[in-house]
């Protein structure tokens, strides 16, 4: 739904016409350096983890054994891919301080789901999201659920894949069918090779990359403006005080290229934090809590990701939109198709040596990588314990149990993978317009129509079985038809609020309707019995899961986290880096601490016997 919104959000509504160079990247060879040394930790990171799993239930969801702060770094960094440091941040480009207010939606979402939601799923004791389905609607949900997943996921994944590699070739002169390959085949490899385990642990370093980098930069681009006063001085004196406000009226709105003027308004935000919201917190996306010991750790995962993302959308958007009152110019030169898109790299490359832009770019691949990762797991565990067993029934087969539908699980995985990739491809090589646009157009009507009953039905009760069907048929009829009816009949489109409010009330008003007009059969209140029964009982982890692996978990991140601070010391040897030594120690030193921290905390947890 981001890249959507905002896919025309980033020319100035004055560009400069004074004609200026791009920023260029001053030492490539340590940026191909660190990235190569990024990707290779990935590697790495599969192999060492592949031992941590002998089932599917270890594989897809790390058995229900996985550290809350493990998962919660994994919840954070899947969140958002590298959309937020090219799209999203050529929208603070021109917009300013609108786009911090969008993404505080996401700690709402987290706060919610820490409130309430994140214990909910995992004392539901289920392996895969479309488990969390069937358990409340039934065997029809779960396949109508899983199948449209498989079919959407790669596409949306492929996207998010495309996007990045884009941006990475353009700015690196390399290849972009190289540059998606490259980076697929990572994901691919430790994501099929250790499911779960992998993906967690991965996801949890890749933040620790991510954030001291962002942190970094923010603070050196207000240090250049002369802190946050003087960055509130600059944007008065660049007259952009009215574009950079919050919220907009549509005169302002009007005047900005690229910006409809519905958007940033209280109604546009009002229906962009109820999207959000009901999205994170639906069965749909139930699955991200699973991994967690038991209720309390799901809990504890969630508010960790939203005091991450609390941080996250304090930092993100300072560089672009310190680009604008410094560089201006220099961005808009960027041989990008939409150059703005390149703000938040131009600034790095402006304000920081080239072993730390090298990390700007590595944290912007570990965010996408996070998000395909997180998919991709999901994807396979839905197809191998939700789609196969039933699909194998439905011919007269026996399905596959043990281990060989471990091995399934992980094939599944790599097809997914595979998936993406050639998706990725097919965007680079015939472009994301025709079927493609159409396609990605209509993905992004599917999320409220199927979100709004997923998330109802954690907390109503008395919901007969076609209840969930008739809302979900209203809600896509409803969506389609706002965004077929300007394409048939040329009517104006509606805008993004009204949509999103139409989707949602449609929705839940057929909804309760269905519900008060339909009677419950015998079937459905069983489930009821059974899902409310299982949503409220804490879970026992000593006696339903058995011996925890905390000790392993922070010993082998914490090492991981170490080697990657001492790493990053390496980046004090090239030239380029003369007179940063200051910013560069003080990321080693981050990413050092915190992997010692975890390493020296390992010491005294419980663990179970080493695989």
Known sequence: MLPRIFA??????????????????????????VIAGFLLTLIVVGLVFRRFSSNTSDYFRAGGKAAWWLVGGSIFMATFSAWTFTG????AFQVGWSLPVMFVSNVLAFALNAAVTAAWFRQLRCVTGADLIRLRFGAGMEQFAAWLGMVTAPLYTGVQLYGLAIFTSTLLSVDVNATIVVLGFVVLFYAALSGAWAVLAADFLKMLLLMPISVLLAGVCWWKLGGFTGMLAAIRHAGLAEAFAPFKSAAVLHRIDGIDPSWFSPAFFLAWYVNIIVIANSMNNGFKFLAVKDGRDARRAATLAACLFGVGLLVWFIPPMTARLLIANEVLAMPLAKPAEGAYAAIAIHLLPSGLVGLVLVGMCAATMSALDV??????GNITENIHPAAARLVGLRPLEGRARFYLGKFVNLLCAVATIGSALAMANYGRGGI??????????????????LMLGLFVRRV????????????????????????????????????VGAVVTVSATTFFLAQMLLRMDAAAIEREREFFGRRNRPVDFAAEIGAPSDGRQLRVVGLFGMAIGSGVLLLLIPASSAGHAGEIIAIAVATFGIGGFLAWRSRNATDDAAP
């Open 464 to 499: 007969p079985t076609l209840t969930p069907y008739i809302a979900v048929v209203a809600g896509f009829v409803v969506s389609l038809s706002i965004y077929l009816a300007p394409l048939v009949t040329g009517v104006q489109p509606w805008v993004f609020h009204e949509q």
């Open 375 to 380: 998919g991709l797991t999901s994807l396979a």
């Open 436 to 453: 493609f646009k159409i396609l990605m157009d209509v993905m992004a009507t599917i999320g409220a129509p199927l979100a709004t009953p």
């Open 8 to 33: 025309a959000a980033t020319a100035l509504h004055a560009a400069p016409s004074i004609p200026a160079a791009p920023p260029v990247v001053a030492d490539r060879t340590t940026i191909f350096a």
């Open 88 to 91: 999203a941040a050529g929208a």
